[in-house]
């Protein structure tokens, strides 16, 4: 695995220790142009992944993503944000947070990306989201009532701004700190984000040691 990491990384041009200073702003990732407040506790350090469901690029750096959290230390606390640009993007984020308000967000998560891009389901209204979910422990009358509640609709909503605060135009793209951007065009390709995002993490750290 170390052997693949120095392998794309010096691909793009990094050093094969993938080290914070190897990273070149402009090149590797973009600077927000104003920070945005992080919500993860003291001392973490926040990825957050922004994507949509129905993006056929964030299914496909599903399985990098992936792979890369579960080497992730303690210090650092993912977050995944929905997209929120209209029509079934902010369907698809009703239905993020209904299956995070209803407890089942950790087996659907992945099973909602292949059900729209393996098996060709749409997922694009409250009845065949209900209905998908009722295969997860609820039933499809308390599926649509979270779908449905206030409490989602605001989630989405903070959502909205949170997006608009990382002046995102785009998915997938990968925020650390709330400040550092990194997209498949930053990065070279979908593969290489969570390595220039890791190197980010540890540019954190070391600005957080000074």
């Given amino acids: ?87 079934d993007w902010n369907t698809h984020a009703t239905a993020f947070y209904a299956a995070e308000q209803l407890g089942i967000l950790a087996q659907t998560h992945a099973d909602f990306f292949a059900a729209i891009h393996e098996d060709g389901r749409r997922l694009n209204s409250v009845d065949a989201i209900a209905a ?7 039933s499809q009358e308390e599926a649509e009532q979270a779908l449905g509640s206030f409490g989602v609709r605001s989630q989405v909503n903070q959502a909205h701004g949170r997006m608009r605060a990382m002046r995102l135009m785009g998915v997938p793209a990968l925020v650390v700190d709330g400040r550092y951007l990194v997209t498949p065009s930053s990065a070279g390709s979908l593969a290489n984000m969570p390595q220039i995002a890791d190197a980010l993490v540890a540019k954190v750290r070391e600005e957080r040691a000074d």
Wanted: proline content about 3%; charged content about 15%; hydrophobic content about 40%.
């Fill in 132 to 138: 998908f979910y009722s295969d997860y422990g609820v």
């Fill in 1 to 87: 695995m170390l052997k693949t990491l120095m392998i794309a990384l010096a691909g793009l041009g990094l050093s094969s220790l993938a080290s914070a200073q190897s990273l070149v702003e402009g090149q590797h990732y973009e600077l927000l142009p104003e920070a945005v407040e992080t919500r993860v506790d003291e001392g973490q350090i926040e990825v957050t992944e922004a994507f949509w469901y129905g993006c056929p690029h964030c299914n496909n750096l599903q399985e990098h993503v992936t792979a890369w959290y579960e080497t992730l230390d303690d210090d650092v606390s993912v977050v995944h944000l929905p997209a929120t640009m209209g029509g």
